[in-house]
């Protein structure tokens, strides 16, 4: 038994001899000898760089809300107010305008008058110049009939001579006497009232801006009256006339009374002080009995303020002699004072002038001579004839 006991613990002492023995030289082996200085090795580990992953966020984070300022408000600056010319010497520099109408009258009668001498035959198509002029068949007679006394007494041939006793004929048929001052003047505490009127398409609601500027521009203060309440766009025309020079507008619904839009806009004028009130009216055909009796019925309203000081009648130089029918209708129902003739520019007739005049016993106070916002002038006899006679002729 003791010897089984001594045998065991001697092989137990061999075993772990033996292990002490070899587990040192597996380090050994584990772990090689650093190289020597300057020496190169075959493989060469690169140095370990770390490396960052990104890893999404465990919570997501929500998008920014982006709150957007309320815009500035835009401010409007108000139009700059125009400032139309003085309307003094406007027709002079008009003269330009009216060239259709000097190659019908001016050019045309020197040609004859100037031969050396005048037939019987040479006087007739004097007498159908003119009559083409829209001057008309009595106020041809007169001044053809004159002209014949003239040169018979005179027996002047030259161009400048015979040019000068045209234009005198021509200013005497027009009456220079004539008053064609506007009566716009404020008076007895109120403003002066001028009422607008004519017949559709003659262009009365432009002239009637036109003419409120005509005031403004020789210092005048004005108030537009829309009482035109049958066209929409009447009233928002005026009022856009109005606007551009500073001057108030009085309208009503449209559909409204006419007469009552008149009044209000007498009585806005008296409260606000302002030197006229200009009044549009609607446009009528002169053959429209109720038409015409409304209009007479606007007059009468606006007169419990006091009297109209001026009616003025717009006709279009275009329509010839048929505007003398409309100018009659219209001076029986509300007593026209003054008439405003538009479109000479654009016609070779502009002896409608002598004829509406001779015709009616109306004087010409404005000229419309284009579409221009100042093209429309106090009219002038002497000026006229000379810019419809020509001076190259």
């Known amino acids: 038994m003791e010897y089984v006991v001594a045998a065991v613990i001697l092989l137990v002492v061999l075993v772990v001899g033996a292990v002490g023995l070899v587990v040192p030289k597996m380090r050994r082996r584990d772990l090689p000898p650093p190289p020597a200085k300057g020496s190169t090795t075959t493989l060469e580990r690169p140095p370990t760089v770390p490396v960052e992953e990104e890893l999404p966020p465990l919570i997501?984070?929500?998008?920014?809300?982006?709150?957007?300022?309320?815009?500035?408000?835009?401010?409007?600056?108000?139009?700059?107010?125009?400032?139309?010319?003085?309307?003094?010497?406007?027709?002079?520099?008009?003269?330009?305008?009216?060239?259709?109408?000097?190659?019908?009258?001016?050019?045309?009668?020197?040609?004859?008058?100037?031969?050396?001498?005048?037939?019987?035959?040479?006087?007739?198509?004097?007498?159908?110049?003119?009559?083409?002029?829209?001057?008309g068949i009595e106020a041809t007679q007169v001044i053809v009939e004159r002209l014949r006394e003239r040169v018979r007494i005179l027996g002047t041939r030259t161009v400048a001579g015979v040019r000068e006793q045209l234009i005198e004929e021509l200013v005497s048929a027009l009456e220079p006497g004539m008053d064609r001052s506007l009566r716009t003047a404020p008076h007895d505490g109120r403003p002066a009232v001028v009422l607008v009127v004519g017949v559709n398409g003659a262009g009365k609601t432009t002239t009637c801006?036109?003419?409120?500027?005509?005031?403004?521009?020789?210092?005048?203060?004005?108030?537009?009256?829309?009482?035109d309440t049958f066209r929409a766009a009447a009233a928002d025309q005026i009022q856009t006339w109005g606007e551009r020079v500073g001057a108030e507008t009085v309208r009503g619904p449209e559909g409204g009374?006419?007469?009552?839009?008149?009044?209000?806009?007498?009585?806005?004028?008296?409260?606000?002080?302002?030197?006229?009130?200009?009044?549009?009216?609607?446009?009528?055909?002169?053959?429209?009995?109720?038409?015409?009796?409304?209009?007479?019925?606007?007059?009468?309203?606006?007169?419990?303020?006091?009297?109209?000081?001026?009616?003025?009648?717009?006709?279009?130089?275009?329509?010839?002699?048929?505007?003398?029918?409309?100018?009659?209708?219209?001076?029986?129902?509300?007593?026209?004072?003054?008439?405003?003739?538009?479109?000479?520019?654009?016609?070779?007739k502009g002896g409608i002038v002598i004829a509406v005049q001779r015709k009616l016993g109306i004087p010409v106070k404005l000229v419309g001579l284009g579409e221009g916002p100042d093209d429309l002038a106090p009219f002038e006899p002497a000026a006229f004839v000379e810019a419809l006679v020509g001076s190259d002729a």
């Open 257 to 348: 009374d006419p007469a009552s839009v008149a009044f209000d806009a007498v009585k806005r004028g008296i409260d606000t002080g302002v030197d006229t009130v200009l009044i549009d009216t609607a446009g009528r055909l002169q053959n429209k009995v109720g038409l015409m009796d409304e209009l007479g019925k606007v007059k009468r309203v606006v007169e419990k303020h006091g009297p109209v000081d001026e009616t003025l009648l717009v006709l279009d130089a275009t329509t010839g002699q048929n505007g003398l029918e409309q100018a009659r209708v219209f001076t029986e129902v509300v007593d026209v004072t003054g008439v405003v003739l538009t479109k000479l520019d654009g016609t070779a």
């Open 209 to 227: 801006g036109k003419i409120g500027r005509v005031l403004i521009g020789d210092g005048g203060s004005v108030l537009f009256g829309a009482a």
């Open 60 to 135: 997501e984070r929500p998008a920014e809300v982006v709150v957007e300022e309320p815009p500035a408000p835009v401010v409007e600056e108000p139009p700059a107010l125009e400032k139309p010319e003085p309307s003094a010497g406007r027709l002079v520099r008009l003269r330009a305008r009216l060239a259709r109408s000097q190659s019908a009258l001016g050019r045309g009668l020197l040609t004859v008058l100037s031969r050396d001498h005048l037939e019987e035959e040479d006087w007739e198509e004097i007498e159908e110049s003119l009559i083409t002029a829209d001057v």
